[in-house]
């Protein structure tokens, strides 16, 4: 039977089961009931023992690997079945929360490390909710109702209280049954609120599609990442006031890191040469810009010129020509000298472009004002200065291009989309994809795009 | 008398502010917090070049504008500890900014840039649309109108959303004004489910508002990946809608085609307000009880939006004694 902290380490249950099993001193010493979950765990493959976690430490560094291999290559689900076996949960407890102690002391709660444990412990998190798909509907719903009264009253929620949630940008407001700003998320509740107003269809048929299941698992879910965070940013204040923290934790750190090291490589590695791998300079293939870049080169006619040109344009085009691959790189905080350590490429073709668009703006942009020259060396990193000097790059951040769903609340005549935006987020990611595609068909150049 | 939406002449501000404009117009919302705020004037018409202005009470306030009579007076949305500086912030009020000179749907003959009667009611019924949302589903209490000379802001400020972050922002604005399709896809496999089959939530938002845009359409209105005959069709049989018969609405229109018009809907949604000014955490915005000097209107705090009329309750006193 699936236990709550399978799914909530958040729960009363679970901090019990990491005062009672969580002893440093045992965490790397060999585990004999955590072997037998293991080794009994159906559809496990038992081939390499070495893979098979025999201490608490090898399990949280086993979770860490299954959420970074699963997309490459390497992605082998039958090597960690046991991570979705349920009687595994006092012991994936304590591996979560010594995962997040050790990424918190050594690396922070801004790292790239601390992002990937947030997104590796929703991943395990929403694949056990799968599992708990095959469960019968009133077991789903007594399970969801109870993990998730562990850490809200699901009566008694207001939209309000979920602005953390909302900020992690993985829930919309308007996914949520909204009354009087309270969510309605149990049956009961619907039937009040809403039930007067069905009729000729089955309620609770109602309810599921439009709540339900599918809206708590995901509050859950995000409820559990938000928890997570705020338990990293405290270990990692608490550390600070700590003399020494302990060689366990300082040790998961670097083989975290040896973990994500070979991870990266192997991806890399699986690409070959087929994919686009963009962290340098690669020449510009104006065919492949999405239909908002290339309306924002044609000029902005009235109201917008200035976000247009500078917060949309700006990074677009700085970026497409010398880091397409930027949203899969590792290291997002780049520098546009790590790119181009002259700035040729930057004066000789990313601005012109740019001050191109400026200037087929009506009125041209920089004709009343001149200032927001200042302001795009700004966006591209280079401080608030008339020119760009290598000496103030760094004052500012290069900014990175802005993901559509911002472009629609900035600028919302310029989106207007064609049948490939429906696949992506993000018009960087549009670019890239559409280049690949090109080269795919070895239509480079020549392709038309549709819908434009 | 037919009001004439003409600037104001150097003289007539004069007059306005030394004669008409009194500090205690000024809503209590921004008298108490008075010095948490930035001010910034407009005192030539070439926009608010005279920023980072505090007041630390209503007297200094007073003498400030009835010595400077500004060509336009605004407050900042923010609160901060240090709006002198505009550092320190703290929370700001949440704003729908409805400008009916930008409302997408105008049904009026009015040149760009231009207003009437027929757009400012108009924006109203935004507005009171958008009010309805926010008191209804959203359950806020402390929502402001303020007519604000060419149309309208409507300014939040319950506690529990100022220290919102401009991203809820988005969404917040995005729910209330229908600018986004609802996701309508389930577990339950259910493929074909229809907005307005929902009674409830965002769906019956969302239908609220497409109906109110599609009813004001017209044939010169411009809808991304809608043809002309597309457009026509929806003008022949949008009279479904007025009996929210939009089952056969849909069948009139086609099952394909209707996803064209709804997907334009929703982007048509998204310019009913300026989505800039609510995701901007230190806007400032035009001082109710001053004058906007484009048109001779005053900005007013509407205590009554029902029976709230631009042409009777906010028009300065020298507009009456034109020639």
């Not at chain 1, 799914?7 to 009672?20: T, Y």
């Not at chain 2, 008191?135 to 959303?161: A, C, P, T």
């Not at chain 2, 009813?215 to 929210?244: A, G, I, M, P």
Request: with cysteine; proline share 5%.
């Amino acid at each position: 039977m699936i236990k709550t902290p399978y799914i909530n380490p958040f729960s009363n249950d679970a901090k019990e089961i990491v005062s009672k099993l969580g002893q440093v001193e045992k965490l790397n010493q060999p585990n004999t009931s955590l072997s037998n979950i293991v080794n009994h765990t159906r559809g496990q493959n038992l081939s390499d023992p070495r893979t098979l976690p025999e201490t608490i430490k090898e399990l949280a560094l086993a979770r860490y690997g299954w959420f970074l291999f699963r997309k490459s290559s390497e992605s082998n689900e039958k090597k960690y079945e046991y991570l979705f076996n349920p009687d595994i949960y006092e012991y994936d407890i304590v591996a979560f929360y010594l995962l997040c102690q050790a990424v918190a002391i050594k690396y922070g709660p801004d790292s790239h490390e601390a992002r990937l444990i947030l997104d590796c412990e929703e991943d395990i998190i929403s694949q056990r909710l799968e599992i708990l798909k095959s469960e019968s509907n009133d077991f789903q719903a007594t399970f969801l109702r109870k993990t998730l009264n562990q850490l809200i009253d699901t009566n008694n929620l207001y939209w309000t209280d979920l602005k953390e949630i909302f900020d992690l940008g993985k829930l919309d407001l308007n996914e949520l049954l909204l009354s009087n700003g309270k969510i309605i998320l149990e049956y009961e509740d619907f039937i009040e609120e809403y039930g007067h107003l069905i009729h000729n269809r089955d309620p609770r048929t109602m309810y599921e599609v439009t709540a339900g299941t599918k809206i708590k698992s995901k509050i859950l879910l995000n409820l559990i990442r938000y928890n997570t965070k705020k338990y990293i940013e405290n270990v990692y204040e608490m550390s600070k006031r700590m003399v020494e923290p302990n060689p366990l934790l300082i040790e998961l750190a670097e083989n975290i890191k040896e973990v994500q090291q070979e991870a990266q490589s192997k991806k890399y590695a699986s690409q070959g040469g087929v994919n686009y791998v963009d962290d340098q300079p690669v020449n510009y293939e104006m065919e492949a810009f999405p239909p908002c870049v290339r309306k924002c080169m044609q000029g902005i006619k009235s109201g917008g010129r200035n976000d247009a040109i500078v917060l949309f344009l700006t990074p677009f085009i700085s970026y497409s020509r010398l880091c397409p691959s930027i949203f899969s790189k590792q290291e997002q905080n780049m520098k546009i000298s790590d790119v181009d350590p002259s700035l040729e490429i930057t004066h000789n073709e990313i601005i012109p472009l740019i001050y191109e668009a400026a200037q087929a703006c009506s009125p041209p942009l920089f004709k009343d004002q001149p200032q927001e020259k200042i302001n795009i060396n700004s966006k591209l990193g280079f401080g608030m200065h008339n020119e760009l000097k290598l000496d103030h790059e760094g004052e500012t951040q290069w900014y990175t291009p802005m993901s559509c769903e911002k472009i629609k609340l900035h600028m919302p005549n310029l989106c207007t989309p064609n049948v490939d935006c429906k696949k992506i987020g993000n018009p960087i990611t549009y670019y890239n994809r559409k280049r690949r595609l090109m080269k795919k068909d070895n239509k480079m150049g020549q392709v038309k795009n549709n819908g434009d | 008398m037919e009001i004439e939406l003409k600037p104001a002449s150097n003289y007539e501000r004069k007059l306005f502010y030394r004669e008409e404009w009194d500090v205690n117009d000024v809503p209590d919302f921004v008298l108490d917090s008075l010095t948490s705020r930035e001010f910034g004037f407009d005192h030539f018409g070439q926009g608010p070049n005279d920023r980072y202005k505090t007041f630390q009470d209503p007297l200094r306030l007073k003498r400030f504008i009835k010595a400077k009579q500004p060509f336009a007076s605004y407050c900042s949305v923010a609160f901060y500890n240090n709006p002198k500086q505009r550092k320190g912030w703290q929370k700001s009020e949440l704003v729908f900014d409805v400008d009916a000179k930008d409302v997408p749907i105008r049904t009026c003959d009015c040149e760009e840039g231009q207003v009437c009667d027929i757009c400012l009611s108009q924006a109203k019924e935004i507005v009171l649309m958008i009010k309805d949302v926010l008191k209804g589903e959203m359950g806020l209490k402390n929502i402001n109108m303020i007519y604000s000379g060419r149309g309208y802001h409507v300014r939040v400020l319950d506690e529990s959303i100022m220290e919102a972050s401009s991203e809820l922002r988005g969404q917040i604005v995005q729910y209330v004004i229908g600018a986004k399709e609802p996701d309508l896809t389930n577990s339950l496999g259910f493929n074909n489910l229809q907005h307005f089959i929902i009674p409830y939530g965002y769906s019956r938002n969302f239908t609220k508002w497409s109906k109110y845009t599609i009813l004001h359409l017209t044939k010169k209105s411009q809808l991304d990946n809608v043809n002309k005959k597309l457009l026509n069709d929806v003008l022949k049989y949008r009279h479904f809608l007025e009996e929210d018969s939009w089952g056969a609405f849909r069948t009139q229109i086609g099952p394909r085609r209707i996803n064209k018009v709804i997907s334009a809907v929703a982007r048509i949604n998204m310019n009913i307000t300026d989505t800039k000014v609510s995701i901007d955490l230190k806007r400032i915005l035009r001082l109710p009880s001053t004058l906007h000097s484009k048109v001779s209107m005053k900005s007013t705090l509407i205590k009554n939006i029902e029976t709230f009329d631009p042409f009777d309750d906010a028009v300065p006193k020298f507009v009456y004694e034109r020639k």
